[in-house]
Structure formats: C-alpha cells, structure tokens
C-alpha cells in the first residue's frame, strides 16, 4: 500500500432527524448515541457482556465476555451456550408474538404465503428432524442453494437447530461455481429445489445441482424442494423430494446447546476480488450484532413491516432477512424474483401491498430504478414507509435525493450502511432517530464499535485526509476464520497494520464532524501522475450530470501519466450519447472535482458487468478499457451478455 488517496469530492447537505420520528426512535439524539460511545469507550467488554446479557437468550450464562488471547482469533462469550434458532423462534413461541408474521413471502408470478413465528418453527423443526434422519450431525456442512422462498429460510434455521453448518449459494451462481463451494466446505447433503422464477423464467437449480454433483462424489443426499413443478431428473438413493423428507417427521425437535464460537455458516465471499475464499460466522457474536442493528439501525418496531430485498445468498439476506430481523422479532418480507417483474413497479407494488415501513436495498438497485422513471412509484401508495435503508456501495448523492424525495417522501431517514460481509452486521452507519445524515456518507460507527482512517503506517489521519478504513478493536459479529485457511484470515485482515487493525480494503475519509465518506475499494483506485483518486468519487460526479444513469471508473495504463480514466456511463432513457455529449461530461467532472479527474475517455454502455450482489467487476471492465481479453473467474457474474457486448464494440 502506498501513499495517501486524495479526496476530492464535496458535499454540504445536512439533514437532520425529522422530529416526528426522533421522538418515537429506539435511539433518540446525539446524546444517546454519545452516551453509548463513552460506555463502550470506558468498558468495552462490560458494554458488550451486557448487550449479549440482555439480547440473547443463553441455555448456559457466559462468564468471560471475550478472549482476545491469541489475536486474530478472538472468542466471544466463550463458555456460555445457546442455540441460534432457539434465539430466533423459540423466544417468541412464549409471547405474543407466537402468531405474528415472521415471514410475508411474495413469489414472483404473485403467490404469497405467510408464516407465523409458531408456523416457521414448527416447519423448522420438522425439517431439522428430516436432515437429521439422513445423518447430518452437529458440525457437519450443508449446502443450500435456493430460490428466494421460505424453505430457503428453514432450511437455515434447521441447520442451526441441530448445529449444522450452512453454506448459501447464491440460485444465480452456475453449475462450476455451487461444485467449488461444495468441496470447499466438504458438504454431504445438498438442499435444493427443483427450480425459482425470475424474470418470468425458471432458473434450473436442479439441473445445475446434477452437473455439480458429478464432480461431487461424497455428496450423499440431494433434497429437492418441489417450487416451479417443471420436471427435473431424480437420481435414486441420492436424490429426495423435500415433501417426502418432511412427511411424518416429527414437529419437535430439541435445539442442540453449542458454544457461542460455533460456526454458524460459512458464506464465498463474492468473486469481485479473484478466487471465492469461505468466510466463516459465528453463533453468538454474530447474532448480537444482527440484533442490536435491527434496533438501533433499523429502529425495529413491533408494529413495523421490514423488507429487506437482498437475496439469502448473501450476507445481508442471512443477517437481515433471516437472522437478526427473526431473533428480533420483526416481520421480514421476502421476495422471489426481479424488482421489474412483470412491471417496473413491482417493488413499489409490493411496499403498497403489505404496507411495508422499513424498505432496506442497494444503491445500485436504486439508480435503475429511477432510470425507468418517476412514474412507476407514482403509481402506488408509498405512505406507510418510515424509514429507508442502502448497502453495498457508496451511495452518490443524486441517487440518494431521488430516494428521498420519491420513494421517502422527503420524510423518511434513510440509513447508508457500511458493512462487509466479513463484519457480520452494520459497522458505520446513521442512527436514524440520532444522527444527521449527509448524503453520501455512512456517518459515524455504531456505538461499540471503533472505526478510523489511518495512513499506510496506520497513522491516525486528520480531516479529509484519505486512507485506509479500519477497526481497532474486535467486535462480536466480526469472522473468526477463513474456512480451511486460517493463514489467508490473518494474511488478509489483520496483516496490513502489524496484527493492530481490522482492514478489508476500503478507502476512506473523515471529514470535520468525524463522518465516514467511503472511497471505495482501495484496489480500485486509480493513480493519475501522483494523484490516487478513488473511482466512486469520479462516478458520482458524472453520475451528478442530469443525462447520466449510471457510470464505473477504471483506470488504464498511460505512457505519461502512469494512468488514465475510463469511464463507462449509462445514459437515461431517451438520451443518445455523441461526440458532444462526450465532451460535455468530461468538462462536467472537471468542473466537479478539478482537471485532475477528467475522464480521458467515456464509453457510452447499455449495461456494466456486475456481479450478482451488485458490484460491478472492475477488473473485468480494465481489461476492457486496457484493450485485452478478459481474464479470470466470470462464474460470479450475472449477465454474460454485458460482457460480451462489451467486448464485440
Ligand atoms: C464492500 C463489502 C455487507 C453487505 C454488502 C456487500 C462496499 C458496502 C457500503 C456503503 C460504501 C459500501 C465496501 C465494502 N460497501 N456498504 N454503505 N458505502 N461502500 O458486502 O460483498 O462483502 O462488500 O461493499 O467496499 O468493503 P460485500
């Protein structure tokens, strides 16, 4: 890592919780926050023993809150004992909450179900009693790889009931990428389904699980959920219907007591960054964290509906669609197929339909969303909302006004979450009844959590200054391994600043109130003459240009300025891209950010290549913007055809 990452982008709004909702919020003001920080800032342990005192339900009470003897490797709550999906399910059966919604499931050809929080332990419990019967143990590894439908999500409880590991695989994944995932985990059984709906199509899951497993010799038991109904082939002996399984199986099922530093799951981290490595949870940490989040981030009330759109294939479906939304006790709405399906509405339709409050998605989601244009949200009643929420990239701000004004009303906080799949939960992020939100920025760090900017020595930087983001210290909800490859966890966290810091690879600056502005990836970063500049910043201002939709920045080699910028842009409905446009935007960043920054050339693009969580592959986009063929895993990328049409112009 070398020199420090120049920030160049500014933005001066404010805006201040609105008063309405600062007066009902689980966190209220600044000095709430405040008051939390100096608690976890005087006694970090005693801050955390009590949060996990108060929020998790132990089958044996902890004594030593963390064990942090042999860093990287820290062990929380270590001699305590509790179930995840006890936590989840069984602490509600008790209370009111029994037959309240703890799933809302909308499929995408438009059939619906709802579970209770006693229907989805019952169903979980019969569940975990049939894998159970085809001899999966505490501490083996499943494999789930599922449309988005309550199955998916029973089947993950089921696993944690009986203290099995889960691994999610991605429904959009291929064939090669589920049988890498598969012998990495050292999976015996397979949960699948026969196939889901997505953009009007069925997506074979089967048919991609039998070629996988060809390659898959200790796998024992496919079962295979019967979702669309078109025919898939059954390989006997190894191959069960998930009807079958179910049928006669017992609806009690004791939750198995493990340590709290039992794996929980083991989630790829997306291919963005070269080969899939296995990241591994916890139990206990990583439920606090999902917890804890629920009410202060999402400000989680009983009477709340909570959608959160990502996919369980990723972690943020895991802690909040699945973990930390059920052990809080909200109603988590669930969704099956593509937010344009059959209409560019459909999103919003749904939010009308089960009055949704809490509506948490990606940036990237909601800039193609606006490109469609406004009238497809006013199409429907968006009032019930009261609170928005992003994830997965810096949000620019034009993109975050559009999602105020339109979808929020202009009344509703929206919460910029920064967070990674490796840290379990939010890190930096607004509390929406507390903090004032800048658009653009994730804000503060949760309360309990330590976060700083620091230079390639791991110097502490003064404002605005760019570096490296970074924990000081470890949280619950944090990874504790990667699986098989302990070397490679403490190599790529904790190996940067000597062992001291947490750091996964973003750039960042403070700015004078201490708020976080996310860079974005360091790799990404492009060096012009001396200059690093962080690509979100050059996006965001084209993306700040009224005709610009969407737009990725990758650097290419230049004999004179070591690199030169490439932009890829997307322009809105309707508008032709030219010679003059071309110019137009150029000057546009210029103006924006200063001449350093102006793209040496703009390529006009229907489409970027991303990956299925999102995230546009970067690399992929150099070799473009450099001239060679593309190299390297695509099996994480979700639209083939992108690519290709990339590379033909
Ligand atoms: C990376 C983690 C945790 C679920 C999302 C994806 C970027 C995430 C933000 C945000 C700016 C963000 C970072 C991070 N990122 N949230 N609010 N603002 N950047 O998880 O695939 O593990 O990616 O996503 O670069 O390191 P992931």
């Known amino acids: 890592m070398s020199a420090e990452i120049e920030s160049v982008l500014h933005e001066n709004r404010v805006f201040d919780p609105p008063a309405a909702f600062a007066t009902q919020a689980n966190v209220r003001g600044m000095d709430a926050y405040r008051a939390m920080v100096a608690k976890a800032e005087a006694d970090y342990e005693g801050y955390w023993g009590d949060l996990a005192r108060e929020h998790l339900d132990w089958i044996k009470p902890f004594t030593r809150v963390l064990n942090w003897d042999h860093p990287p490797f820290a062990r929380w709550f270590e001699d305590g004992l509790l179930n995840v999906a006890a936590n989840c399910l069984d602490r509600h059966l008790t209370t009111w909450r029994k037959n309240k919604a703890a799933i809302v499931w909308e499929g995408e050809p438009g059939d619906t179900r709802t579970l209770t929080y006693q229907e989805l332990h019952w169903e979980t419990c019969r569940f975990a009693n049939a894998l159970k019967g085809l001899g999966v143990q505490t501490g083996d590894r499943v494999v789930i790889y599922m449309p988005m439908v309550p199955e998916a999500a029973i089947a993950m409880l089921a696993c944690a009931r009986i203290g099995a590991t889960h691994s999610v695989v991605f429904g959009g994944f291929s064939a090669e990428a589920l049988k890498d995932r598969i012998l990495d985990a050292g999976a015996r059984v397979v949960v699948t389904a026969d196939g889901g709906w997505r953009r009007g199509a069925v997506v074979p899951l089967k048919d991609f699980v039998d070629e996988a497993l060809t390659h898959c010799p200790d796998v024992r038991h496919a079962v295979v959920l019967k979702r669309t109904g078109h025919p898939v082939s059954m390989t006997d002996g190894r191959d069960l219907w998930w009807h079958d399984v179910v049928a006669g199986a017992p609806s009690r099922c004791e939750a198995v007591a493990v340590s709290p530093e039992h794996p929980l799951f083991i989630l790829y981290t997306s291919g963005s960054t070269g080969k899939p490595k296995g ?130 009303g202009g009344t509703c906080p929206i919460v910029d979450t920064w967070w990674q799949t490796e840290t379990g939960s939010h890190l930096i992020s607004p509390l929406p009844g507390a903090t004032p939100i800048k658009p653009g920025s994730a804000t503060l760090a949760v309360p309990g959590i330590f976060a700083d900017v620091v230079n390639d020595q791991g110097k502490s930087l003064g404002p605005d200054q760019g570096g490296y983001l970074v924990i000081t210290k470890p949280w619950p909800s944090m990874i504790r391994t990667v699986h098989g490859d302990p070397e490679r966890y403490k190599q790529n966290y904790w190996g940067h600043f000597g062992g001291r810091y947490y750091f996964a690879g973003d750039g960042a600056r403070k700015d004078k109130d201490g708020y976080f502005w996310i860079m974005g990836r360091v790799d990404d970063v492009i060096n012009v003459a001396g200059h690093r500049l962080g690509t979100m910043e050059i996006e ?69 290549p991303k990956t299925r969580s999102g995230k546009i592959m970067r690399r992929l986009l150099r070799d473009i913007a450099a001239g060679r063929d593309t190299q390297g895993d695509i099996s994480t990328l979700e639209d083939q055809k992108t690519l290709e049409s990339l590379r033909e112009d």
């Not at 937010?339 to 989601?365: C, D, I, N, Q, S």
């Not at 909302?385 to 979808?407: F, Q, S």
Request: glycine share 12%.
């Open 279 to 408: 990241v591994v949870h916890s139990s206990g940490g990583y439920l606090l964290g999902g917890i804890v989040t629920m009410q202060w981030v999402f400000d989680l009330k009983d009477t709340d509906t909570f959608w959160c759109t990502a996919d369980i294939g990723w972690v943020t479906g895991h802690t909040y669609v699945v973990y930390g939304a059920l052990a809080a006790g909200a109603t988590s709405v669930m969704y099956e197929g593509a937010p344009t399906t059959p209409h560019a509405g459909r999103f919003w339709e749904l939010v009308e339909k089960h009055k949704v409050t809490t509506f948490y998605t990606a940036p990237t989601a909601i800039r193609a969303l606006n490109k469609l244009g406004d009238e497809w949200p006013a199409k429907y009643d968006l009032s019930s909302l009261r609170l928005l929420g992003t994830v997965g990239e810096p949000i620019n701000p034009e993109a975050w006004m559009w999602y105020h004004k339109v979808i929020g």
């Open 540 to 608: 965001s201002a084209l993306v700040s240009h009224g005709k610009v939709a969407e737009a990725a920045v990758v650097g290419f080699p230049d004999d004179i300025k070591g690199e030169g910028i490439f932009a890829f842009v997307i322009l809105h409905r309707g508008v032709t891209g030219d010679d003059a446009l071309v110019k137009v935007l150029r000057d546009h960043v210029a103006h924006e950010i200063g001449a350093i920054a102006r793209p040496d050339r703009i390529r006009f693009t229907e489409g970027l």
